[in-house]
């Protein structure tokens, strides 16, 4: 006789979610995938909307550390799958990928949508099964998970093994709000607290830049704080700043404004210029021209830089060329407040690592496995918060097939 299919749940469709269904499926099991929306993978559509960055290219010993605390966690698991791995993966879906001038990894496609309706028709080749509009709710009394269903039914299952994979609690509309660290809480499980990552900040922009340069770009900028300088874009809100040279210092800027209520950090408007050949600029003649089309002309810089240079408490640009070329490079800048954890790109905190053996699985609930964003882990964009999902769910769908045979053969 055939030793019987280990059953597997996996709550959430998301990267993780659907890679523990896959790795789970693959290894012989019978895979049943819940998610609370309508449709599977939501997020990783609107990851698409960015170009859909799956991973990056650098070796493991640079690419490793960008987990801070939680690399020796993330280590071995990312080693079992790798960049080139997940490039692989990405390929055999007929998607394959480039390394952009950055080093970042992206499908040629550029966009999540044909990666993921090609891996929903390999799952259900695979046979795993699909209750969408299913909100997980917990455990009942006997340890049976419980969900529940269009029109409110309630619904449980009792697979032999589950794996959590709810995500982060950032754009709650895509389906990850986070409700499930109160569950888990409730069993005694430590959850710490999911806060933005990879988020804006608040900046008190004068009425008139507000007014003026909500929705501009900062392009080819770099942000710096506390001695790390970061090339990149940022974007002016309504509200501050946000972008990828804000996002990649968001942990150090965010941990400032807890502990000291604001991070003072400096915008450097023309990193590729010294500020002795800005100041050389800046001595020659103006002629006619006003000062803020001199600084366009000689500079190239935009209406949103000329504005911010004002930014100051009087209002007026710095008398000498020295001191103009001194603020070009450093702009102050005082963030005030870290941005809504809606509006993050990922999040941080999760459930905490001591909480989790090394196949991921729960120690106070044998045979509950977690993966993805839900782990207290963070990272800056790049693609190494998509490596991170896939390689947590590929790991904690394998441990669990491994634990429901192990546990099948038990007495
Ligand atoms: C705008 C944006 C752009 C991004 N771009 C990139 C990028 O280019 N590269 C990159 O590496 N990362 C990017 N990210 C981050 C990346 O998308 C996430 O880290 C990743 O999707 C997390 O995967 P996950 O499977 O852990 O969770 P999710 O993708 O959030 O999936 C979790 C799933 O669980 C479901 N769920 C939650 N609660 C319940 C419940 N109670 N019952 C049932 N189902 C539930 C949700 O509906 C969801 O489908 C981006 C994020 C955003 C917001």
């Known amino acids: 006789m055939p030793a019987p299919r280990p059953t597997i749940a996996v709550v959430g469709a998301g990267p993780a979610g659907l890679m523990a269904a896959e790795t789970a499926a ?3 099991a019978a895979v049943r995938v819940y998610d609370r929306m309508p449709t599977a993978g939501r997020k990783l559509l609107m990851a698409g909307r960015g170009g859909l960055n799956l991973t990056h290219s650098e070796p493991l010993a640079r690419f490793l550390p960008r987990y801070g605390a939680a690399a020796a966690r993330l280590g071995p698991i990312v080693e079992a799958f790798t960049p080139d791995a997940l490039r692989a993966w990405s390929e055999g879906l007929e998607q394959p990928t480039f390394i952009g001038s950055s080093g970042r990894v992206f499908p040629k496609a550029l966009k999540a949508s044909p990666l993921l309706r090609a891996w929903l ?7 795993v099964e699909f209750r969408l509009r299913h909100r997980w709710t917990g455990w009942s009394a006997d340890d049976a998970l419980v969900f529940e ?20 609690a950032s754009w709650p509309r895509l389906g990850a709000d986070g409700g499930w660290a109160a569950i888990l ?11 933005p990552a990879n988020c804006g900040f608040a900046v008190g922009w004068s009425a008139y830049f507000r007014g003026r ?11 710096a704080f506390r001695g790390r300088a970061v ?7 309504a509200s501050g700043i946000e972008g990828g040279a804000v996002y990649a210092l968001s942990a150090p800027l965010r941990d400032a404004i807890a502990a000291e209520g604001r991070a003072e950090a400096e915008l450097d408007l023309r990193p590729d210029f010294a500020a002795e050949e800005i100041a050389r600029r800046l001595a020659a003649p103006r002629r006619k021209l006003s000062l803020p089309n001199f600084l366009r002309k000689t500079l190239k810089l935009p209406p949103v830089a000329i504005a911010l240079l004002r930014e100051g408490p009087d209002g007026a640009f710095p008398a000498t060329p020295e001191a103009l070329a001194a603020r070009i ?5 005082t963030l005030v407040a870290t941005g809504p954890l809606e509006r993050a790109i990922s999040t941080a905190g999760g459930i905490a690592f001591d909480e989790l053996d090394a196949d991921l699985m729960l120690r106070k609930l044998p045979g509950v496995f977690a993966a ?8 800056p964009t790049g693609g190494y918060l998509l490596q991170a999902c896939f390689a947590t769910g590929a790991w904690a769908g394998g441990a669990a097939v491994a634990w429901a045979r192990r546990a099948a053969r038990s007495p």
């Open 149 to 168: 269903a269009p029109g409110g039914a309630s619904v449980t299952h009792r697979p032999q093994a589950a794996i959590l994979a709810l995500g982060g």
């Open 372 to 379: 993805g964003e839900m782990l207290d882990w963070e990272a």
């Open 329 to 333: 490079k450093a702009v102050p800048l």
């Open 121 to 127: 028709a390999r799952l259900a080749g695979l046979g």
């Open 185 to 195: 809480r409730r069993r005694g499980i430590a959850v710490n607290a999911l806060g």
């Open 213 to 223: 340069f909500a929705g501009t770009p900062l392009k080819r900028i770099a942000l």
């Open 231 to 237: 090339r990149g874009e940022a974007v002016v809100t």
């Open 26 to 28: 693959r290894a012989g």
